[in-house]
């Protein structure tokens, strides 16, 4: 084992012997000791008399914990099981996350970590999205990971899992932080999306593997997400929104807060509303997202449709009437009227909605038609 292993094998202890909710203590004992010393403590049941009062039952935790155990074993056994362990301070942390107060002592990951010198954007929104709230999050991420961005979310249902897989989708990197575990799924129906994370970017937890999802574990984890990031960007919240708790994070980390704007009957939209109106960047396409992050735009002549080039012509006038609601071909007929010439039959109509739906750009829904939301 070499001595870096060696490190990582004693670190990897400490922090799974410690437990969740231990982050001062261990700080505190790496202020004093290197973490085989600390080892070498606890297994010498000399560790709680050392620490004094304060630590006295977590000390005791420790030297349970060292009491016969293999830790070049243990280290072994983790690394067999592709599952990655850096500790803060070793060249391999992520130095963003590094800079935030509070930065995890330690990550467990499987697959790759973000690439330092790249830009990374946080996607992050609703669970319970709308249409347009899943088209946005898959046209910006797609667009975004297209040009370079890397992007990363805490694979949840709604915007954070629609928004990863446009971006694997469009052949980007997305990393996702999850609130238990790196060696389970949550949630569950996100199987499909876990094993491509892992295979084409990368899965990161600060909780020991084996650790199951629990509420409490949630919002402690939104601090990794936004701290990986140079920015934010909000896809449809609620007033009242989990999605906040990571918006407040970043704040507090100085990263830069993005939303996309909607609605203002929507509830779905007051959160990123009011994002706005409290100073957030508002931004109205994937360009002018890209441009905010100092890119250049470099994926120029592209659509704002995940990176598709739009159909022109008749097909093409017909979509940019398509909302992410569903509407009649009554009612898109009378929009169409008001704004082109020469008048178009409903038989032409309906003819050209079922090659836009063919070619993914819009969807059916009970006789309605919607703009399509899931095209990348």
Known sequence: ?????????????????????????????????????????????Q?????????LEKARKLEASAAGCDVAGEYERLCGRGIAFVAAGEEEYPKKLAMIPDAPCALYYVGRLPDPDRKTLAVIGARNCSAYGRSMASQFAAFLAEAGVQIVSGMARGVDGIGQQAALDAGGYSLGVLGCGVDICYPPENRELYERLIAQGGICSEYPPGIEPRALLFPPRNRIISGLCDGVLVVEAKE??????TVDM????????YAVPGRVTDPLSRGCNRLIRQGAALVESPEELLRELGLDGGVRGRCQDGGTLLPGGLP????????????????????????YEPPLSIPELCLELLRLCADGYAEQVGGLYVRSGWRS
Do not use: C
């Open 1 to 45: 084992m070499t001595e870096k292993d060696r490190y990582k094998a004693y670190m990897h202890w400490l922090f799974q012997a410690a437990g969740m909710g231990s982050r001062g203590f261990i700080r505190a004992l790496l202020a004093l000791w290197p973490p085989e010393e600390i080892y070498r403590l606890a297994a010498g049941g």
């Open 47 to 55: 560790l709680a008399e050392k620490t004094g009062k304060k630590y």
């Open 316 to 339: 093409g006038r017909i979509l940019k009437l398509l909302d992410y609601q569903p509407q009649t071909t009554e009612e898109l007929l009378r929009q169409y009227e008001a704004a």
């Open 250 to 257: 970043a704040l507090e980390q100085g990263r830069e807060v």
């Open 240 to 245: 009242r929104s989990g999605t906040l708790i």
